[in-house]
């Protein structure tokens, strides 16, 4: 059957003038999605309490509004979780996103339609640029497209909203989204499998039922995508996966920069194939890759954005707007959006390539570590250290953590132990400290230890002579 393809190749022109209008005049687009977020949302509590009602320009809003992250905005989240519904936003929540928090508690973050809406339709503009970038290549639609979600559903918070992974919300045939449930004949969505508890037994699952399926589309966050190919590869004993699945074509990227990936890819896969790659999060869509370069636009009709320029690794206490941003500088993003995130710090760090149009790389997360979407805080780090120095009756002079990708991610611990309080073993030492980080980060010990395992592998520790740091 042909028909995803043939229908792609006949209305993609005019889909994709539709979903492209709002990017002809940026600052426009940008001005007017802002006043429409602060019109919506002027009711709430978070609103009255910083006067939307007087807001009529960008200035009023940023003299107002002060840049922010979660632990601001967790009150308001907490008050909607206790029966407030419009604490936040006015907007309904569907879902509560969860993510890593930088205080060791997971971010609840309002997923609302247009969360969902704006995701959905990105997507579909990257694979709508690439068919119209190469018609005869639309032939990836009509095979199945290999999704791989995160858990839709951890639980419910005591509102009754569920809790889950935004991959895994967005593909869910809910409500107004019933439509999706058409498209099932073409996924291939091993979520059934995801409940295994022995992630061995899992991949092993997931490996043999995917062969003889014609997958020629995957679409799936960097580092957990990647991780699942080459179990795949490793339990079907082939080379690599066009041996399996020889009609694979076709890949789009979420969550992260691919450039320390896409090699690996590539030789998982067999060879070189098509990738795009999108600017997603839980707390929106951003931006996406529209051609072969591979560098992403923004969505300006998505969220209001602000950037804050970081020199030497410092940033200023600047709000810069989307005309403002000069080349090959880099920029910390701060993103406004209808379910709630108001001059909402993302403690991304983008770096513009082109100014016409703006043109941009992830370059990386401004105070974590972060290797496959675990984003491990410093806080997390300390606290994981100083339980295992209880618990091995040891002290150390000084530390540092290091991530690498060689051979897979994974944390590299460099200490420097005082001279009488040297663990009396070193693997119990490095395995608390794992085992701790498992227990304060739960993405962490996802792809350490659960579903995702492979994704991240064991952490090495390495033990300098005395006096070493002072020397670097």
């Known amino acids: 059957m042909k028909f995803l393809s043939l229908l792609a190749r006949i209305t993609g022109k005019f ?30 509590k978070f609103g009255k309490n910083h006067n939307f009602d007087e807001i009529r320009s960008i200035r009023d809003f940023q003299k107002r509004v002060q840049v922010s992250d979660y632990e601001y905005i967790r009150p308001y989240v907490q008050e909607t979780i206790n029966g407030h519904r419009s604490a936040l936003t006015n907007s309904k929540i569907l879902f509560w996103g969860q993510t890593s928090g930088t205080s060791g508690t997971p971010k609840l973050i309002p997923i609302t339609k247009h969360v969902i809406d704006t995701f959905n339709s990105m997507s ?41 992974f935004i991959t895994g919300i967005i593909i869910q045939p809910f409500g107004i989204y019933y439509w999706k449930k058409f498209l099932s004949p073409f996924y291939y969505y091993p979520l059934k499998y995801l409940s295994i508890q022995d992630s061995e037994t899992r991949f092993k699952k997931i490996a043999t039922d995917i062969r003889g399926k014609n997958v020629t589309y ?6 957990v995508l990647i991780n699942l190919l080459e179990k795949i590869v490793k339990y079907n004993q082939v080379d690599n996966l066009l041996e399996i699945l020889p009609n694979f074509r076709f890949t789009l990227f979420s ?34 890759q529209k051609h072969e370069k591979p560098v992403m636009e923004f969505v300006y009709d998505s ?104 051979p897979k991610p994974h944390y590299i611990f460099l200490f420097e132990f005082k001279e009488k309080e040297v663990p009396k073993d070193y693997r119990a030492f490095l395995n608390d400290i794992d085992k701790n980080l498992q227990e304060l980060n739960e993405v962490y010990y ?19 002579k005395l006096g070493a740091f002072s020397k670097a």
């Not at 005869?136 to 419910?156: H, N």
């Not at 996802?446 to 300098?464: H, Q, S, T």
């Open 15 to 44: 889909i994709l003038k539709y979903f492209e209008n709002g990017n002809l005049n940026p600052s426009e687009t940008q001005l007017k999605l802002l006043s429409n977020i602060i019109k919506h949302n002027r009711t709430t």
């Open 303 to 406: 969220c209001f954005y602000e950037f804050i320029p970081v020199s030497n690794g410092k940033s200023s206490s600047e709000r810069l707007l989307i005309n403002q941003l000069e080349k090959n500088k880099q920029y910390m993003l701060v993103i406004s959006c209808y379910n709630g995130l108001y001059a909402y710090n993302m403690k991304d760090i983008v770096e513009i390539v082109s100014t016409d149009p703006i043109e941009i790389v992830f370059a990386h997360r401004e105070g974590v570590i972060d290797l496959a979407d675990e984003k491990l805080t410093p806080n997390e780090i300390f606290t994981a250290i100083s339980e295992a120095c209880k618990n091995n009756t040891c002290g150390y002079t000084d530390f540092s953590v290091i991530g690498t990708y060689n």
């Open 124 to 164: 579909f503009r990257i694979l709508l640029n690439y068919i119209k970038d190469f018609p005869e290549k639309a032939g990836f639609l009509d095979g199945k497209w290999f999704l791989l979600p995160g858990f839709p559903l951890l639980r419910y918070e005591k509102d009754g909203t569920p809790v889950g």
């Open 255 to 288: 969550g992260g920069s691919t450039r320390n990936y896409i090699d690996k890819f590539y030789k998982i896969v067999g060879k070189k194939i098509d990738v795009r790659e999108g600017y997603f999060a839980t707390e929106g869509s951003f931006a996406i």
């Open 446 to 464: 996802f792809n350490i230890a659960g579903p995702n395992k492979g994704a991240l592998i064991e952490p090495e520790l390495w033990v300098l």
């Open 218 to 223: 995957a679409m799936g966050v960097t580092s």
